[in-house]
């Protein structure tokens, strides 16, 4: 997978305070340590230099259905909700109300 936009730290904790997932749920889902990620967001406006780190990003935003919007007409990047917020209602009911786990595919 490689990345299709250019992603800061502020983009990063713009997008995990907009789907409120912590660090270690971020981190955990982006396949990298909690120390990487802070580090990242540390480095504020400054781009993620390595395509490693963005394409972990990117599966993560992915994860929690955040999507980033790129810089444009004289705007800065930011990041929007991948589906509505009753949509996501309805997924973390599905996916929190329990019972045998199965799989998705349908023959």
Do not use: Y
């Amino acid at each position: 997978m490689t990345s299709q936009f250019k992603v800061t730290g502020r983009v990063i904790a713009a997008g995990r305070a907009l789907v409120e997932v912590g660090r270690e749920d971020f981190a955990k889902a982006a396949g990298l340590s909690v120390e990487a990620l802070t580090l990242l967001e540390a480095g504020g406006s400054a781009w993620v230099d390595s395509q490693v780190d963005a394409d972990a990003i990117v599966r993560a935003f992915d994860t929690f259905g955040v999507v980033v919007v790129d810089e444009a007409d004289g705007l800065g990047a930011g990041v929007r909700l991948k589906f509505t917020r009753q949509d996501v209602k309805q997924i973390v009911r599905l996916e929190t109300e329990g019972g045998m786990a199965r799989p998705d595919d349908a023959p």
